[in-house]
Nanobody
Framework: QVQLVESGGSLVQAGGSLRLSCAAS????????MGWFRQAPGKEREFVAA????????YYADSVKGRFTISRDNAKNTVYLQMNSLKPEDTAVYYC??????????????????WGQGTQVTVSS
């Protein structure tokens, strides 16, 4: 079992920044990759970013590329999502998730094994 706890969500004005954290515990050392997804009211959950924990390879949705940065601190079993130049359309509940085995495509939520409870990000215009 892996437990994931997100933090850092808040209300911020457009153009501002936030950093989300996702702390993993349990069998987190066996995770292959971690990702961030988000879900806005009335919309489906969508991929935001992912990182392969050993290789450090990073992947982003086109909508956040150049504004968001995913990073990890393997010693702390923590993944971060630095969000800059936030827009009202970034408003959503943000979830982190982990994949336990080698996965080629990291943008599909169905491939993730464990999920956090989510943290709310609200961007006002």
């Amino acid at each position: 079992q892996v437990q994931l706890v997100e933090s850092g969500g808040s209300l911020v004005q457009a153009g501002g920044s936030l950093r989300l954290s996702c702390a993993a515990s349990g069998r987190a050392f066996s995770s292959y990759a971690m990702g961030w997804f988000r879900q806005a009211p009335g919309k489906e959950r969508e991929f935001v970013a992912a990182i392969r924990l050993s290789a450090g390879s990073r992947y982003y949705a086109d909508s956040v590329k150049g504004r968001f940065t995913i990073s990890r601190d393997n010693a702390k079993n923590t993944v971060y999502l630095q969000m800059n130049s936030l827009k009202p359309e970034d408003t959503a509940v943000y979830y982190c998730a982990t994949v336990q085995s080698l996965t080629i495509i990291l943008s599909r939520s169905d491939d993730y094994d464990y999920w956090g409870q989510g943290t709310q990000v609200t961007v006002s215009s």
